[in-house]
């Protein structure tokens, strides 16, 4: 019998998360002939949408219809899962902010393992999946085995499954909403409050010049302000310029802050943090400038230089001038 494996669909006014489709991938890497069920929560005309879209992509997808999950708070969508998902279940979840929130939870729960941040799967020794993890910001990949013969929740890093966008599998939606249960908890949702929107919407823009770190200095922004002038770009950042206060937090891409779209993006002095390139969608042409030849963000780009960007980044602007 083929294996059954689950994933949870997160999207948000009527859009799904790209991870909908990255966790097919995932899953056919963990089973290749695994029969793949997507559960999405909601309430509304978006819920129905979502659930028809998934259904090109995953044999069946469970729709869950309540008020109570109008809203994706983690307590509740536990509560959910412990009472619909079976026993001993392959369990999921982008390793986002929200299934950060979810899994160590709901692993307790289910009594399974918990797998956070799998990056890779390379394959079954008998119950143990093999899991790549990263540590260090990448620096190095631990291979680490896990018993999942109980059933394991697996949060899968944002971005690195390409989305399965084959739309082949013609399921079927099932509404599993008489199932719910009880989903009174304590964690209430209040309210959205938008993001605010800078003097410049990095989301918006097909190319960015984004400074990390490696800038060094506030003072040494003024050479990428210039780059981004020559090249019709705007400046974005990794987050600790925005924590040295030296720009504004509408300018911070990753995963506490925007995500952004761009064709190119240039990485100037960024290491290639996962919470920074999850941030990034839409495969970007990649240029990253770093004086570190081990820096994980080469893994990603296209074009890599080593250098000094502060030595770079002048001789580049020139020679766009230049013509
Ligand atoms: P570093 O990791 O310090 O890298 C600096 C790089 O610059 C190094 O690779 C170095 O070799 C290079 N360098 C130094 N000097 C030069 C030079 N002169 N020329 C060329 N290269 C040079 N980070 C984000 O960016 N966005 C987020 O949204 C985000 N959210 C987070 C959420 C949480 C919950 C947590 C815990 C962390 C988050 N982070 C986020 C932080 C993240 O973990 C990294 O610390 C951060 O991305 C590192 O930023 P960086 O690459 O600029 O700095």
């Not at 509304?44 to 708070?73: F, H, R, T």
């Not at 040494?220 to 400046?235: F, H, P, R, T």
């Not at 993006?265 to 943090?273: N, V």
Request: with cysteine.
């Amino acid at each position: 019998m083929a294996e059954q494996v689950f994933t949870y669909i997160t999207y948000k006014e009527g859009i799904a998360d790209d991870s909908a489709l990255e966790l097919v991938a995932a899953a056919k890497k963990l089973y290749p002939d695994a029969s793949l069920t997507a559960v999405v929560t909601g309430s509304g005309a978006d819920l129905d949408k979502i659930c028809s879209e998934m259904a090109a992509s995953y044999q069946e997808v469970w729709k869950i219809d309540n008020p109570e999950l109008a809203y994706p708070n983690a307590e509740v969508i536990q509560k959910l899962l412990v009472n619909i998902l079976p026993k001993d279940s392959i369990f999921l979840v982008s390793h986002n902010t929200f299934g950060m929130d979810l899994s160590p939870g709901l692993s307790i729960k289910m009594e399974t393992a918990f797998i956070p941040d799998a990056v890779d799967f390379e394959g079954l020794e008998g119950n143990n999946l093999k899991v790549v993890r990263q540590e260090y910001s990448g620096m190095a990949s631990t291979h680490v085995l896990c018993d999942i013969s109980a059933g394991a929740v697996i949060n899968v890093r944002p971005g690195v499954f390409q989305p399965d966008e084959s739309k082949s599998a013609g399921g079927a939606v099932v509404d599993k909403s008489a199932d719910a249960g009880e989903l009174s908890a304590s964690r209430r949702f209040l309210e959205i409050v938008e993001a605010e929107v800078g003097d410049v919407d990095i989301t918006k823009e097909d190319v960015l010049v984004s400074i990390g770190r490696g800038i060094e200095d506030e003072d040494n922004i003024e050479i990428a302000d210039e780059l981004a002038e020559v090249m019709g770009a705007v400046v974005s950042c990794s987050r600790p310029i925005v924590d040295a206060k030296w720009l504004e937090k509408s300018r911070q891409v990753g995963t506490s802050g925007q995500t952004v779209k761009p064709k190119v993006y240039m990485a100037l002095g960024i290491s290639g943090s996962f919470q920074h390139l999850g941030g990034i969608k839409g495969s970007p042409f990649i240029v990253a400038v770093n004086k570190n030849l081990k820096a994980p963000i080469f893994q990603v780009a296209e074009v890599g230089v080593v250098a000094d960007l502060l030595e770079f980044v002048p001789e580049l602007t020139d020679k766009i001038k230049e013509g």
